[in-house]
């Protein structure tokens, strides 16, 4: 049975950006080892999807507590 692993892809821009999308590409390619779920935002909904089937779109303000709620709620 695959584990899940949840990625915040949130911010897929820099350095980051560039580390989580490498994620995304290497745990995409172990599909059978892992099911990949991504919190992403609107904007990079189908750059992303093409490694991630399983995406919750999350468009809160960054450090509100809306954010928190629904980012905890998302990789439950």
Not at 51 to 57: G, I, K, N, Y
């Amino acid at each position: 049975m695959p584990k899940t692993v949840t990625i915040d892809a949130r911010w897929l821009v820099g350095g980051i950006g560039t580390y989580t999308r490498n994620l995304l590409q290497q745990f995409h390619q172990s599909a059978n080892r892992f099911e990949i779920q991504a919190i992403v935002r609107k904007r990079d909904y189908l750059s992303v999807r093409h490694f991630c089937p399983s995406l919750t779109v999350i468009d809160a303000p960054i450090y509100t507590l809306r954010e928190q709620w629904l980012v905890a709620r998302a990789s439950r």
